[in-house]
């Protein structure tokens, strides 16, 4: 916190709080149809309100610097992350150059499939090729039955509504 603003902030609240006096002895005197103390008191709490507007206006002052300081930290913090941004692009684009002349001959990936990984693919191959005229259209039921299929019963359902 800036301590413009601190004092600020500080000296309209001891102001703020001391009118209280004279305002009492402004109410009292007014009861006793004292005119003169009256007015002193008026004019003291008058002064204290003058002098917190004042302390005020030095918050407002403070808190502007404040808000002028952080933009301005702001803005080298945000140059300095750009900065380092480009740094980091450019460490980036040289290591692939580097890289572009270690791998021109290979630039994609290859994959071999073992004894084992083709020896499954063969009992996979042999296992499914039942005949066509073996294999069952079956449809389950909600209780998990097994029910005809609807184009076997040949029984037509209308969706119409």
């Given at each position: 916190?800036?301590?413009?603003?601190?004092?600020?902030?500080?000296?309209?609240?001891?102001?703020?709080?001391?009118?209280?006096?004279?305002?009492?002895?402004?109410?009292?005197?007014?009861?006793k149809?004292?005119?003169?103390?009256?007015?002193?008191?008026?004019?003291?709490?008058?002064?204290?309100?003058?002098?917190?507007?004042?302390?005020?206006?030095?918050?407002?002052?403070?808190?502007?610097?404040?808000?002028?300081?952080?933009?301005?930290?702001?803005?080298?913090?945000?140059e300095?992350?750009?900065?380092?941004?480009?740094?980091?692009?450019?460490?980036?684009?040289?290591?692939?150059?580097?890289?572009?002349?270690?791998?021109?001959?290979?630039?994609?990936?290859?994959?071999?499939?073992?004894?084992?990984?083709?020896?499954?693919?063969?009992?996979?191959?042999?296992?499914?090729?039942?005949?066509?005229?073996?294999?069952?259209?079956?449809?389950?039921?909600?209780?998990?039955?097994?029910?005809?299929?609807?184009?076997?019963?040949?029984?037509?359902?209308?969706?119409?509504?």
């Amino acid at each position: 916190m800036n301590i413009k603003t601190m004092e600020g902030l500080a000296g309209a609240n001891t102001s703020i709080q001391l009118i209280s006096t004279p305002m009492s002895v402004a109410k009292e005197a007014e009861r006793k149809g004292d005119t003169e103390k009256l007015k002193r008191a008026l004019s003291y709490a008058s002064e204290m309100a003058d002098q917190a507007e004042q302390y005020s206006e030095k918050t407002d002052e403070g808190m502007k610097l404040e808000a002028k300081e952080a933009k301005e930290q702001e803005e080298l913090r945000q140059e300095e992350l750009i900065k380092a941004r480009k740094a980091e692009r450019e460490e980036q684009e040289n290591r692939i150059k580097e890289g572009e002349g270690k791998q021109k001959e290979a630039s994609f990936d290859v994959a071999e499939i073992s004894e084992e990984g083709k020896h499954q693919v063969e009992m996979a191959d042999t296992s499914s090729s039942v005949p066509a005229e073996l294999s069952q259209n079956v449809t389950y039921d909600k209780s998990g039955e097994a029910v005809e299929a609807v184009a076997e019963t040949k029984e037509n359902i209308d969706v119409s509504v």
